[in-house]
């Protein structure tokens, strides 16, 4: 007997974090404002970041490999001047310099920043290491032997001078890109130490921080989902329940239609999204 496809009550709830709460908190705020099987997020906030975190509702959690390699944007703060050991202004200062960074020096070092480049992870920071946290292992004082990874700067832009020294700044960047890193790797452009004062995520994909819920208007349940399909753009295909079937049980189903990725609705229910290749449908996306 072929199983009714549910879908209902999933979705994704664009969150405000504010600064001092784990990503997993505000996660689970919104896991027990919907009362919600499970929830997600798609990439994770320090504790000391805020900004915008979208969060995954029960069936839209399977978004998530979608979602890792979108790029994102940010709004933050350096200091030049001091290294600490977590490459923000919260941690332990480790190295010093005497210093006075010109705002030109500072434009044209951004420019040489736009870049795909190999970046070291912090030592603080939640890169798994043998199943681990790396930042858990920091705070018992021991090294871990990090590896970099390469990411991409697609946009720098200084956008003030706040005080000596002190820059704030747009950065638009590839998924995986620690900020923190950045400044360590702009400040030895510029010939001296940083460290992060602060950051506000304000985009992730095409999800935007203007559209986010605060903590307090979700506790009072004052927020919106967004359904799963709308952030998909392709062409609909309607299947029966049947169809569907077959593609649960991973087999192809023949279809005279072009081939290219499709949103896939058996009814009124949002259930994947499907592949089609020489006439053949396959799930790349199973939401059932």
Known sequence: MAREIRTSKSGIVLVNKPVGMSSNKAV?????????????????????????????????????????????????????????????????????????????????????????????PPQYSAKKVGGKSA????????????????VEIFSFDLLEKIEKNTFRFLVSCSSGTYIRSLCRDLAELLGTYGSMQCIIRTRCGGFMLKDAYSIERIEKGDFEMIS??????????????????????????????????????????????????????TFKLRLF
Do not use: W
């Not at 858990?136 to 390469?150: D, F, H, N, Q, T």
């Not at 023949?254 to 896939?264: F, M, N, P, Q």
């Open 28 to 120: 689970n705020i919104v896991k027990y404002s919907l009362g919600a099987k499970k929830c997600g997020h798609l990439g994770t906030l320090d504790l000391e970041g805020q900004g915008l975190l979208p969060v995954t509702v029960n069936n839209a959690t399977k978004l998530f490999d979608f979602f890792l390699n979108k790029d994102k944007t940010y709004e933050t703060v350096f200091v030049f001047g001091f290294e600490t050991d977590t490459l923000d202004t919260s941690g332990v200062m480790t190295k010093q310099k005497e210093c006075d960074i010109a705002e030109e020096d500072v434009k044209v070092a951004c420019k040489k920043m736009i870049v795909r480049y190999m970046q070291m």
């Open 135 to 150: 930042y858990k292992s920091a705070r018992k004082g021991e090294y871990v032997e990090l590896k970099p990874k390469e």
């Open 228 to 281: 799963p399909e709308s952030v998909f753009d392709y062409s609909k295909l309607s299947l029966s329940i049947g169809q569907c079937e077959k593609l649960y049980n991973g087999q192809k189903i023949a279809i005279d239609t072009e081939d290219g990725l499709y949103k896939l609705f058996s009814g009124e229910d949002f259930v994947g999204v499907g592949e089609v290749e020489k006439k053949n449908l």
